[in-house]
Every structure is written in C-alpha cells, then in structure tokens.
C-alpha cells in the first residue's frame, strides 16, 4: 500500500497506531490539530489538519489508499462541539474519501453507538443504535454515512466499536477491555481484508465476561489473544459491591448510560494517560 492517512495521530490510541501503520505501507500520513507531532518514524509524515475543514481534509486525502479515522472528541461533550470534530469531521472524512477515490475508511466507531443496550443481552453487530450520549450519537451518524457512502459511492468502510481501550481500572473493564495489542492486530485486519464492504465490528479483546457477541464479522480474521480476567481477583477485591438497579452497570455504555447530556462520562473511568511515546 502507498498511502495511509491515521486522524488522530496525536491522541492515546493513534499513538499506538502509528508505529504499526507506518510499517504497513510506504507513506504514512499522520495528522491532527496540534503543529507538532514530535520525532517520526520511518515512513510518517505529519499534517496539520482540521477535521471540521472539507479542504483541509480533501487536501490529506489526496492519493491515499485508506484513511484510518481515529480523530475527534474522544468523550460526551456539549452539542456543538461534538457537532463540528465527530459529525461534519465525519463527513467531511467520507466525502473527502470519495472524491479522491480512497477505498476504504477504518473507523474508530464506540460501544456508545449501541451504549443503552444490557449487557445481558448479548447483541451482535447488527443491534440497532441505540446512542448513550451526543458523543454516541455521533457514532451513530458516522456509522450510518459509512453505509450511505457504501451503498451510493462505492467507498468501504470498518467501523470498529471499540470498548475500553486503556489500563483496566474498575470492574466493568474486566468485561470490555480492548488491549493495545489487539487494537493494533483489530486495525491491521480492517486494512488487510480483501473486501468489507459496510462491516461493524466490537473493538474487544477475548474477555470472559465480554458483553457483544462478534460472530457475524468473523469473516474480518479478527481474533484477539487478551483476555482481561488476569485483572478480575485484583478489580474486584478492591471494589464496592456493584448496585444491580443502576443503569451504569447494566448497559454496555457503562457510566455514560447515566451521565447527563453533555457531560464528561470519561471523568468517572479512572483513565490512566499511557500514550506511548515515540
Ligand atoms: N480510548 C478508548 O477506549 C475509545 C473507545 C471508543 C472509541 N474511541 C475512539 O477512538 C478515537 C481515538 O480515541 P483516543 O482515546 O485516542 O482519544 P484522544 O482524545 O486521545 O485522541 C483524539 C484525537 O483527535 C484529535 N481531534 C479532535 N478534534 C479534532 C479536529 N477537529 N481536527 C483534528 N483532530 C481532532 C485530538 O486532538 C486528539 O489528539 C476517537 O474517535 C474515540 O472516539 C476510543
């Protein structure tokens, strides 16, 4: 592959992209709001680039195979902002993709596209959306212009529900950890299969107490090797006991099912900042 444009390079997750996209073809090109991304690796180039811009991401796209989207407000926050990063970024991303002929999106979907669901029910990848916040929301939105851009423009897409990508903290992470190890072997496989189409996949290591069910995006190759029951002794000892009626605990979005529009839900995950550093 020539190209590889990653959005998001500078936040935690594309961190751990970077090294492994690079690797995966002859440019890459990283890209976010900051001037300065700091040392690269071979192969990476980076591009200051506003998701809310169509110029600027028509610009990046230029002459790329893929385009691994990854960038946005990675939290709930009020409308307007998530309006401008998550849903005209995502827009502004597929039409870019198109009118350079890119093949495929690689999409940091979430969990909170579907977050209001119970973890009792076990859903599939073909659940309904049903969002847990403005954040979610625009998951939703993004994953269906993945589909319209699919099914009128020809453009593929993967969009990967990730869960929770970061150190495992609290007792709902047991069930919805996704390692950075199997993030990077989930995105490589986005990349690599011959043909998606429209796909949607949970963005989940091989967890025990795994709330989705990802049978139906088999066909991806993903097949994750963590498994976050290593954490469940320690998590749980040092835990109160989980209230049964409260909807934090019983929808796959975890806090983000209770928290008020608008708000963080990121505030009450207890997250640990271990981007990797270059
Ligand atoms: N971390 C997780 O567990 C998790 C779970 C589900 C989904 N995701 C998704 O994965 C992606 C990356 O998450 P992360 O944890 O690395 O978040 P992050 O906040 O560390 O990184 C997101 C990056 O997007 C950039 N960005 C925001 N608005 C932009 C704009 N208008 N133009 C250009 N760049 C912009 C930010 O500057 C930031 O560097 C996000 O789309 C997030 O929604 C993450």
Redesign the pocket.
Known sequence: MKKIVL?????????YLREPLAAMCDTLVS????EDIGKLYDGETYVR????SLPDMKALLEGADMVV???????EAPFDAIL???IV?AYNVWEAAYQNGVRRVVY?????AVGMHKSSDGIGTDAAHRPDTY?GLA?CFAEDLASLYWDKRGVESVCM??????KVTNPRAVGTW?SYDDLIHLVERAISTPVTGFSVVY?ISDNDRAPVDNTKANFLGYRPKDNAEQFAKEIYANSEPLDPADLAHQCIGGPFATVELGNSGVATLN?VDD?KKT
Do not use: E, M, P, W
């Open positions: 959005t998001g390079a500078a936040g935690r997750l594309g961190s890209s976010d709001l900051t680039a506003d998701l809310a989207h990854f960038g946005a407000i990675g939290d401008q990063s998550n970024g940091a979907s979430s969990v909170h954040y998951k529900r990730i869960f929770s990508c970061a996704l963005g997250i981007a």
